[in-house]
C-alpha cells in the first residue's frame, strides 16, 4: 500500500511540474520576463497592423495593455486584397502561437487543462490504467475512500445553449462600442472637412444668400479681399479644427501615452498663448472647441452662412458627448462578471464530463487536449468581448487627427467664393454691381 501511495504521489508530481513547465510564457511569468528584456520601443507608424515582430520591443507591448496600439488599423486596397488572400487560413494558423489573445487568456487555459489533467491522473491512480504495453493494472489506491470522479454530460449540454447566448450578446455589445466609436470619429473626419469647406468658399461674402446686399445696406456681394487676412483667418479655422481634434484624442487616450506627445504638438503648431489656453484648461476639448467658433465668428461672411458652419460645432459636441459615454460607461457590470463565472466554471467542470467521452483513447488521455482546444476557443470569444468593450485605445486616432489636420490645411488654402486681385477692374466691378442693386 504504501508502495502504490508513493507512485501516487510522483504521478502528480510529474504532472504539475509538467503542466507548469508548458505554460512558462504565461501573464504569471511575464514580470521576470519584462526584467530581462531590452526597453526599446518600435517605431513603426502609429497605423501599423499587427503585434510588434521585432524581439528587441518590450513583453509587455507584445501582450496585454501594450499590444493594443499595434491594434490600430486602417486599411488601404492593398491590405483589403492581402485580408481576402486565399493563403489567409494558411497564413493565420501560422501565427497560432503568436497570437496576443491566446496569450492573454493562459493562465485561465492552464488552469482549465490541469483540471483536465487531474481528472485524468487520479482516475488512473483510483479506478486502474493500461499502460505502454496494453497490459491493464487494478487501482494504485486500493481504498473505499479513493473513487473515480466524473459528471454526466447532460448538465453541460443543457447549459450550453444559456452560454452560447451570453457570449454571443457579450461580443455584440462589444463591437457595437467599437464601431459606435468609429463612426463617430467618421463624422468628425467628414465635418471638419465640410466645415473648412465652407469657411473658404464662403470667405468674404457677406451679402444675402440671394446675392443682395444685406437689409439694404452698403455692403457689396463680394467685397475685395486681403490675402494675407484671409490666409491668416482661414488657417486660425484650420488650426483650431486640428486641435479640437487633438485634444478629444488626448481626452480620451491613457494620460501615459499621449499627454507629452498631445502638449509637444500643440505647442508646435499654435501660439504660446492658444497652446497654454487648451493645456491648462479642465476640459481641452471645449476649449479648444470655443477657440474654433471665435475663429469662425472673426470670419467676413454673412451671419447665416456663420450659423450654416457651426452647425457642424454642434455635430462635435455630439461626436464628444458620445465618446465619453462610451469611454465612462461600461457594459454593465453584473452582466460581464455572471459570463465570465459562467463560462469559467463551465469550463473547469468540463474536464469531469468528457472523461467517459474519450474512453476511446489510452486511459482517456485525449481528454486534454480537447479541454484544452475548448478553452482557448471559448476564453478567447470572451477576450474579445472585453477587448473590443473599450474602443479608443483600438482605434487610430492619432492617424485621424494628423489626417484631419492635413487635409483642413489643403482646404483653406484653395481660392474661395470672392478671392481675387485688388485691382482697379475688380473694383469697379464691385461698384457697378452696387450701383446695379440700388
Given at each position: 500500500?504504501?508502495?502504490?501511495?508513493?507512485?501516487?504521489?510522483?504521478?502528480?508530481?510529474?504532472?504539475?511540474?509538467?503542466?507548469?513547465?508548458?505554460?512558462?510564457?504565461?501573464?504569471?511569468?511575464?514580470?521576470?520576463?519584462?526584467?530581462?528584456?531590452?526597453?526599446?520601443?518600435?517605431?513603426?507608424?502609429?497605423?501599423?497592423?499587427?503585434?510588434?515582430?521585432?524581439?528587441?520591443?518590450?513583453?509587455?507591448?507584445?501582450?496585454?495593455?501594450?499590444?493594443?496600439?499595434?491594434?490600430?488599423?486602417?486599411?488601404?486596397?492593398?491590405?483589403?486584397?492581402?485580408?481576402?488572400?486565399?493563403?489567409?487560413?494558411?497564413?493565420?494558423?501560422?501565427?497560432?502561437?503568436?497570437?496576443?489573445?491566446?496569450?492573454?487568456?493562459?493562465?485561465?487555459?492552464?488552469?482549465?487543462?490541469?483540471?483536465?489533467?487531474?481528472?485524468?491522473?487520479?482516475?488512473?491512480?483510483?479506478?486502474?490504467?493500461?499502460?505502454?504495453?496494453?497490459?491493464?493494472?487494478?487501482?494504485?489506491?486500493?481504498?473505499?475512500?479513493?473513487q473515480m470522479v466524473g459528471l454526466p454530460m447532460t448538465a453541460f449540454t443543457i447549459l450550453t445553449p444559456s452560454l452560447g447566448l451570453l457570449l454571443v450578446f457579450r461580443t455584440n455589445t462589444s463591437y457595437g462600442r467599437w464601431d459606435e466609436a468609429r463612426k463617430m470619429w467618421g463624422l468628425n473626419i467628414n465635418h471638419t472637412r465640410d466645415l473648412n469647406?465652407?469657411?473658404?468658399?464662403?470667405?468674404?461674402?457677406?451679402?444675402?444668400?440671394?446675392?443682395?446686399?444685406?437689409?439694404?445696406?452698403?455692403?457689396?456681394?463680394?467685397?475685395?479681399?486681403?490675402?494675407?487676412?484671409?490666409?491668416?483667418?482661414?488657417?486660425?479655422?484650420?488650426?483650431?479644427?486640428?486641435?479640437?481634434?487633438?485634444?478629444?484624442?488626448?481626452?480620451?487616450?491613457?494620460?501615459?501615452?499621449?499627454?507629452?506627445?498631445?502638449?509637444?504638438?500643440?505647442?508646435?503648431?499654435?501660439?504660446?498663448?492658444?497652446?497654454?489656453?487648451?493645456?491648462?484648461?479642465?476640459?481641452?476639448?471645449?476649449?479648444?472647441?470655443?477657440?474654433?467658433?471665435?475663429?469662425?465668428?472673426?470670419?467676413?461672411?454673412?451671419?447665416?452662412?456663420?450659423?450654416?458652419?457651426?452647425?457642424?460645432?454642434?455635430?462635435?459636441?455630439?461626436?464628444?458627448?458620445?465618446?465619453?459615454?462610451?469611454?465612462?460607461s461600461p457594459v454593465p457590470l453584473f452582466y460581464s462578471r455572471h459570463t465570465a463565472r459562467f463560462l469559467s466554471t463551465w469550463l473547469l467542470l468540463l474536464p469531469f464530463g468528457l472523461y467517459e467521452q474519450f474512453k476511446d483513447s489510452w486511459n482517456h488521455i485525449a481528454m486534454i487536449p480537447a479541454t484544452a482546444f475548448i478553452s482557448v476557443c471559448l476564453?478567447?470569444?470572451?477576450?474579445?468581448?472585453?477587448?473590443?468593450?473599450?474602443?479608443?485605445?483600438?482605434?487610430?486616432?492619432?492617424?485621424?487627427?494628423?489626417?484631419?489636420?492635413?487635409?483642413?490645411?489643403?482646404?483653406?488654402?484653395?481660392?474661395?467664393?470672392?478671392?481675387?486681385?485688388?485691382?482697379?477692374?475688380?473694383?469697379?466691378?464691385?461698384?457697378?454691381?452696387?450701383?446695379?442693386?440700388?
Amino acid at each position: 500500500m504504501v508502495s502504490r501511495y508513493s507512485i501516487a504521489t510522483s504521478i502528480l508530481a510529474v504532472a504539475i511540474i509538467g503542466s507548469t513547465s508548458a505554460f512558462s510564457t504565461s501573464k504569471s511569468s511575464l514580470p521576470s520576463l519584462i526584467k530581462s528584456t531590452n526597453t526599446r520601443t518600435t517605431s513603426r507608424s502609429t497605423l501599423y497592423m499587427g503585434p510588434p515582430i521585432d524581439p528587441s520591443v518590450p513583453v509587455t507591448d507584445q501582450v496585454g495593455e501594450g499590444s493594443r496600439k499595434y491594434r490600430r488599423t486602417v486599411y488601404t486596397h492593398d491590405d483589403w486584397v492581402r485580408h481576402r488572400s486565399p493563403d489567409r487560413f494558411g497564413n493565420n494558423l501560422s501565427t497560432l502561437f503568436n497570437s496576443g489573445i491566446y496569450k492573454q487568456v493562459a493562465n485561465e487555459v492552464f488552469a482549465t487543462t490541469a483540471v483536465a489533467t487531474f481528472v485524468f491522473l487520479w482516475n488512473m491512480i483510483a479506478g486502474g490504467y493500461t499502460d505502454l504495453a496494453g497490459v491493464q493494472h487494478g487501482p494504485i489506491i486500493d481504498s473505499p475512500l479513493a473513487q473515480m470522479v466524473g459528471l454526466p454530460m447532460t448538465a453541460f449540454t443543457i447549459l450550453t445553449p444559456s452560454l452560447g447566448l451570453l457570449l454571443v450578446f457579450r461580443t455584440n455589445t462589444s463591437y457595437g462600442r467599437w464601431d459606435e466609436a468609429r463612426k463617430m470619429w467618421g463624422l468628425n473626419i467628414n465635418h471638419t472637412r465640410d466645415l473648412n469647406r465652407m469657411a473658404t468658399a464662403w470667405y468674404g461674402n457677406e451679402g444675402n444668400m440671394d446675392s443682395v446686399a444685406f437689409m439694404g445696406g452698403d455692403i457689396p456681394y463680394s467685397q475685395p479681399i486681403d490675402p494675407v487676412q484671409r490666409a491668416y483667418d482661414l488657417g486660425q479655422v484650420s488650426l483650431f479644427t486640428w486641435a479640437f481634434v487633438r485634444s478629444m484624442k488626448r481626452h480620451l487616450s491613457p494620460p501615459e501615452e499621449d499627454e507629452e506627445d498631445f502638449k509637444a504638438e500643440l505647442r508646435a503648431r499654435l501660439t504660446p498663448e492658444q497652446a497654454e489656453n487648451i493645456i491648462n484648461a479642465a476640459h481641452r476639448p471645449n476649449r479648444a472647441l470655443f477657440d474654433l467658433s471665435v475663429a469662425i465668428e472673426n470670419l467676413p461672411m454673412h451671419f447665416l452662412r456663420k450659423n450654416a458652419i457651426n452647425t457642424n460645432l454642434s455635430i462635435f459636441e455630439d461626436t464628444l458627448g458620445g465618446c465619453e459615454r462610451l469611454l465612462s460607461s461600461p457594459v454593465p457590470l453584473f452582466y460581464s462578471r455572471h459570463t465570465a463565472r459562467f463560462l469559467s466554471t463551465w469550463l473547469l467542470l468540463l474536464p469531469f464530463g468528457l472523461y467517459e467521452q474519450f474512453k476511446d483513447s489510452w486511459n482517456h488521455i485525449a481528454m486534454i487536449p480537447a479541454t484544452a482546444f475548448i478553452s482557448v476557443c471559448l476564453f478567447g470569444i470572451e477576450e474579445l468581448a472585453t477587448q473590443l468593450e473599450e474602443p479608443f485605445t483600438i482605434l487610430p486616432m492619432q492617424g485621424f487627427c494628423d489626417k484631419i489636420g492635413g487635409w483642413c490645411d489643403e482646404i483653406v488654402s484653395w481660392a474661395g467664393q470672392g478671392q481675387q486681385e485688388y485691382t482697379e477692374e475688380n473694383a469697379m466691378s464691385n461698384e457697378q454691381e452696387m450701383t446695379y442693386w440700388r
